[in-house]
C-alpha cells in the first residue's frame, strides 16, 4: 500500500535552513504530483508546494515562494523540500501527500505521518 | 485565493447522534470539495473527495453534498472513533485551501 515517511525536521534559529525528505514506496512514485502541506500547532491546513511527476511543473504558495524549494529524485523515490529563511511562523509539521490519483492531482489523498519543524532563537 | 468557512467551529454529540457539518467556499468551485477527518497527532484522512464520492475504506456512514459554493458532510450515526477534527478543501484552484476545522467532541 501507499507509504510516505517524512524526515528532516527539527529545531532551527531564525533565519536558518532544512532540507526536508519524504520516502515513498507502494506506487510508481513518478506517475504523481507530490505536495507538501503544512500545519502549525493546534492550527489549520496549508498547502505550500507541489511538482510534477517529472519535475518540471511546479508551484508554492505565496507564504513560502523565494524561500522554499521544491523538488524530486524518481529514482529514489523520493520528495524533497529545501527550507530558507525560516521564519519562527514558519514552525509547523510538514506533511507529503499523495494525490488521489495521476489525473485527480489536487486532492491530496495519502498522507506522511509529518515532521516537526520549529523556529525559534 | 479561494476562502473557505466552515461551521460550526465545534459541535457536541452523543454516540448515534446524525451530524451534519457545512463548508462556504468564496467563489464558485463546482464540485471540487474534499473532506478530512483528523485526530491529534494524527495526519489527516480523506473521507470524502468530489464533494459526495466515497473514499476507499472510509465508512458509508460518511457522506457528502452540494456544488457551487454550499457543501455539507454528514455523519449518519457517530460512533466513538469519529470523534475528531473535519476539514474541507478545495481541489478547484492553486492554492489548495482548507477551512478551519469543525471539532467533533463528545457530549
Known amino acids: 500500500q501507499v507509504q510516505l515517511v517524512e524526515s528532516g525536521g527539527g529545531l532551527v534559529k531564525p533565519g536558518g535552513s532544512l532540507r526536508l525528505s519524504c520516502a515513498a514506496s507502494g506506487f510508481t512514485f513518478r506517475d504523481y504530483y507530490m505536495n507538501w502541506i503544512r500545519q502549525a500547532p493546534g492550527k489549520g491546513l496549508e498547502w505550500i508546494s507541489y511538482?510534477?511527476?517529472?519535475?518540471?511543473?511546479?508551484s508554492y504558495a505565496a507564504s513560502v515562494k523565494g524561500r522554499f524549494t521544491i523538488s524530486r529524485d524518481n529514482a529514489k523515490n523520493s520528495l524533497f523540500l529545501q527550507m530558507n529563511s525560516l521564519r519562527v511562523d514558519d514552525t509547523a509539521v510538514y506533511y507529503c501527500?499523495?494525490?488521489?490519483?495521476?489525473?485527480?492531482?489536487?486532492?491530496?489523498?495519502?498522507w506522511g505521518q509529518g515532521t516537526l519543524v520549529t523556529v525559534s532563537s | 485565493d479561494i476562502q473557505m468557512t466552515q461551521s460550526p467551529s465545534s459541535l457536541s454529540a452523543s454516540v448515534g447522534d446524525r451530524v451534519t457539518v457545512t463548508c462556504r467556499a468564496s467563489q464558485s468551485i463546482s464540485s471540487n470539495l474534499n473532506w478530512f477527518a483528523q485526530k491529534p497527532g494524527k495526519a489527516p484522512v480523506l473521507l470524502i473527495y468530489?464533494?459526495?464520492s466515497l473514499q476507499d475504506g472510509a465508512p458509508s456512514r460518511f457522506s457528502g453534498s452540494g456544488s457551487g459554493t454550499d457543501f455539507t458532510l454528514t455523519i449518519s450515526s457517530l460512533q466513538p472513533e469519529d470523534f475528531a477534527t473535519y476539514f474541507c478543501q478545495q481541489s478547484y484552484s492553486i492554492p489548495l485551501t482548507f477551512g478551519p476545522g469543525t471539532k467533533v467532541e463528545i457530549k
Open positions: 501527500a499523495r494525490p488521489l490519483s495521476s489525473r485527480q492531482w489536487l486532492v491530496p489523498a495519502s
Open positions: 511538482i510534477s511527476g517529472s519535475g518540471i511543473t511546479i
Open positions: 468530489d464533494a459526495s
